[in-house]
């Protein structure tokens, strides 16, 4: 099962749609944040595709919750924008909260900062942004490979 991660798009359809559309075949789609309109809309153009989403610090308004969960077949996955834990000064908070809830994925983006590690157990992945990051690379999402032999994440340039 393949799952495509991103986050951070800042009013960036464009960059949305691509990620989309690059990923034609791919049915689970999780948006960590900040840019709930192009999600809306996304969900207009691809009613085919499941597109989950929390909400971010910059989604104001907004009746989506920080944080949520997703079975994907027997691996449990905690999603939230990052915010709420703290993200910007570690991981510690996000981490606890995955143990506590049994995830063996946690999934936050806020920083626009790529992040990949596997720690106690747990996958923490940042996509980083899709339109506007902070580490001097190129915008990029990611895609996590859940297979019989493990968890597989890797970050994609746009």
Do not use: Q, W
């Amino acid at each position: 099962m393949r799952l495509v991660v991103f986050s951070d798009t800042h009013g960036n359809f464009r960059a949305a749609r691509e990620i989309v559309e690059r990923n034609e075949n791919v049915y689970t789609f999780i948006f960590l944040g900040d840019g709930e309109r192009e999600i809306d809309k996304l969900r207009i153009v691809y009613p085919e595709k499941m597109i989950l989403n929390v909400a971010g610090n910059c989604d104001y308004n907004s009746f989506t919750p920080n944080s949520d969960l997703y079975n994907a077949g027997k691996v449990k996955v905690l999603f939230t924008h990052g915010h709420r834990f703290n993200v910007k000064y570690g991981t510690d908070m996000l981490l606890a909260k995955a143990k506590e809830v049994g995830a063996e994925i946690a999934l936050f983006g806020h920083t626009h900062e790529r992040y990949y590690k596997y720690e106690d157990g747990v996958t923490l992945l940042n996509p980083g942004s899709a339109s506007c990051p902070r580490d001097g690379k190129p915008p990029c999402y990611a895609f996590i490979d859940i297979t019989p032999n493990g968890i597989m994440c890797n970050h994609v340039d746009l």
